[in-house]
């Protein structure tokens, strides 16, 4: 049996080739292989319903769920895959290393090339696959075509974790006990949606939360689905994803090739605080440009302050306070552009309203840069208002089914972005933007989700979710390589598209329009279990939280919108110089901490709903500690000092700590102490919250 190994940071993945096709050997810890086990001979499944396949198509496997779906001519379905032989071949260039593998079905003209590629400097493994035609004559038509199966050995049965949420309760996080079965989680939005987050973790039923675990994500923005699939009695729970099998059928003529959404997989000996490292460190290590302030600034976003009342005087004295507190970009939200005085108009017509700004942009521009900020602007390139000269001009480049009523949400239309008209529209309309004025801040909205994708007539229009999301990708990639000094923020309605994709584009995602510090602290801490701070953008508003209820300090307010990229919504001018004073040296301490918040390790430490809550940040160096502290009201007034036990420091090392933003000392402790009794907390900035910082001594 031929074996190859493709080596982590920290782990390898082994595959071999055997009769039934290409199987997983191991995944995990080098030093402790495991075999799987065989299972029992039944007449009633083929041998390769048995082994942990790393790709079949239905044809293949007979009795189990398979990740591709192959419809042939006169009613003869599925693909009998075949690994061809001598096809395997490995790329290792000290680095990344790669595998491809050809499997093939020559009968019903298909064949797949597989990928998996890994890093010695990360910890997740990258597979996708090519689906390619090789009929003569006809059309290929497939109606699933995932990426990959990951088999992942944890069962029988597994505990799944995954993060769903709605509007505003985003990033939720809940454990299913899945003894067997199949749990389905997807999309049908054409984004990713704010009901459930494209990635799983998954660990053995009678695991604890220190033991081994894997995770599984989808990198794709648009329709989605993921298969978690433990079959009855197993060892190995497979789990596969791609694009929505239930709207999107692919139909390939001779020759032409289908990419699958990418989908990644990583393993932890450490449980699930071990997975949200391993994501942190693939995603600041090869999704970000940088994790420095030049992409993670100071922002002030006027939306909370003016709605869609948009004038250059009023965001000029805004501007003047956000400068004096500290802020590094001003972004002008919704409402500059023309014919946008409620949400009933003007989307799509991206020049500025001449009403609001007879001069053009320039004099509020230079007035921010000025002021010694750098200028943002606020858009929804991809939908439109019935009342808009776009949609009048071109009321056929909106989704519609037939005949049907078109349906309007939050009294707009979405663009198909899959016809290269509008696309070709989109990318003229962005460079205008960006070239007109030095705009350096860009924040992308998508405010509703798709109702009736599709384009009758086409034939490729049942395509129309893949169309879609890959100029959605193209447009940011035009961004992000012919605007290499703007900062682009991904915001769909909130978290309405937030994944793996978007981080590679995009420097910052919006978690949730929930800004109300307490629900906020929720979405927050479910969302950095499978995504890190750098890209977290939080504000500080004056909004009134939907659902935990209990007050909250200004300065709980800013401690919260700390442990990501710190932003202001608040309405400035309504706070008194006393405010303004203190939200000033509230931004100078996050400066002082902001580069171990983006950059070193994340623990949470219980939950927000405890009467003490914390996110703990270690540098990579662990010379340098921060501790963002939040507490229910009056928990942090009783007559024994509150004691936090902190995670992952050395015994030996002595820390000198202090808290409040250095106005108070708590002397000097060891490691020891710091993770045993726990680091004294005196609720220095406030009653229900505190910063602490550790600083190592040599």
């Not at 907390?681 to 910063?691: E, K, S, T």
């Amino acid at each position: 049996m031929t074996e190859w190994e493709l080596p982590t940071a920290r782990s390898v993945y082994i595959v071999a080739e055997t009769d039934a096709g290409l199987v997983l050997r191991h995944w995990g810890d080098p030093g402790r292989r495991r075999e799987f086990a065989p299972p029992a001979r039944t007449p009633f499944e083929a041998p390769t319903d048995k082994v942990p396949l790393e790709f079949a198509a239905a044809g293949t496997r007979h009795a189990q769920f398979a990740e591709l779906l192959v419809q042939g001519p006169d009613g003869v379905d599925g693909a009998l895959l075949r690994l061809v032989p001598g096809s395997v071949a490995v790329a290792d260039d000290g680095r990344d290393a790669e595998l491809t593998a050809l499997l093939r079905d020559a009968g019903a003209g298909v064949e797949v090339e597989l990928h998996m590629r890994t890093s010695r400097e990360h910890e997740v493994v990258e597979r996708w696959a090519r689906v390619r035609s090789t009929r003569a004559v006809g059309e290929l038509c497939l109606t699933r075509a995932f990426g990959a199966a990951w088999n992942v050995p944890v069962g029988p049965g597994a505990r799944v974790a995954e993060l769903v949420g709605t509007w505003s309760r985003e990033f939720t996080p809940v454990e299913v006990d899945l003894p067997a079965g199949q749990l389905s989680l997807g999309s049908r939005q054409g984004i990713t949606s704010h009901l459930y987050s494209p990635v799983v973790a998954l660990r053995a039923r009678d695991s604890d939360d220190g033991c081994e675990a894997y995770g599984v994500a989808l990198a794709w923005s648009g329709s989605w689905r993921m298969v978690v699939d433990a079959v009855p009695f197993r060892d190995v729970v497979r789990v596969g994803g791609g694009a929505d099998d239930e709207t999107a059928v692919i139909t390939l003529a001779p020759g032409e090739e289908f990419e699958t959404p990418h989908l990644l997989g990583a393993w932890s000996p450490g449980g699930p605080d071990g997975l949200a490292d391993a994501w942190h460190e693939y995603q600041r290590g090869r999704l970000a440009r940088s994790t420095g302030p030049e992409h993670r600034p100071i922002v002030y976003n006027s939306w909370y302050a003016t709605g869609f009342d948009v004038r250059v005087e009023h965001q000029l004295a805004l501007a003047d306070v956000a400068a004096d507190v500290g802020v590094e970009v001003f972004v002008v939200d919704d409402g500059w552009f023309t014919g946008r005085t409620s949400d009933r108009a003007g989307l799509g017509d991206w020049y500025a309203d001449p009403s609001k700004f007879p001069e053009g942009l320039g004099p509020l521009v230079k007035g921010v840069l000025d002021r010694g900020m750098r200028f943002g602007l606020w858009a929804e390139p991809e939908a439109v208002n019935p009342d808009s000269d776009l949609f009048r001009a071109h009321p056929d480049w909106v989704y519609r089914a037939g005949d049907r009523p078109l349906t309007t949400m939050r009294n707009q239309y979405v663009l198909d972005l899959g016809r290269p008209e509008v696309e070709q529209w989109a990318a003229t309309m962005l460079r205008r933007l960006l070239t007109e004025h030095p705009v350096s801040y860009l924040k992308w909205d998508m405010n509703r989700a798709v109702s009736d994708g599709g384009r009758p007539g086409d034939p490729r229009g049942r395509e129309w979710s893949l169309q879609h999301t890959r100029a959605y990708h193209r447009l940011m990639t035009v961004l992000r390589e012919e605007f290499p000094h703007v900062t682009v923020e991904a915001c769909a309605g909130g978290g309405g598209r937030v994944d793996n994709a978007v981080l590679a584009l995009s420097d910052v995602v919006w978690p949730s329009d929930e800004t109300g510090p307490r629900d906020r602290l929720a979405v927050q801490h479910g969302f950095l279990s499978a995504y890190p701070p750098h890209v977290m953008s939080s504000w500080v508003t004056d909004e009134p939280d939907r659902l935990d209820t209990a007050p909250a300090s200004l300065e709980f307010r800013f401690v919260v919108a700390m442990a990501g990229a710190l932003g202001i919504g608040a309405d400035l001018l309504a706070w008194d110089e006393a405010t303004r004073a203190r939200a000033r040296e509230l931004v100078a301490l996050y400066r002082d901490i902001r580069e171990v918040v983006h950059t070193g390790e994340v623990r949470r430490l219980g939950l927000p709903s405890d009467p003490v809550y914390a996110v703990q940040y270690t540098a990579a160096d662990a010379s340098r500690v921060i501790v963002l502290v939040t507490a229910r009201p009056g928990a942090g007034r009783g007559d024994a000092p509150v004691r936090l036990p902190l995670t992952g420091l050395r015994d030996e090392a002595r820390y000198r700590v202090h808290a409040g933003g250095g106005t108070v000392g708590c002397g000097v402790l060891a490691g020891h102490e710091l993770t045993g009794a726990g680091v004294p907390v005196p609720f220095a900035l406030a009653p229900d919250c505190d910063v602490v910082v550790l600083d190592r001594l040599p």
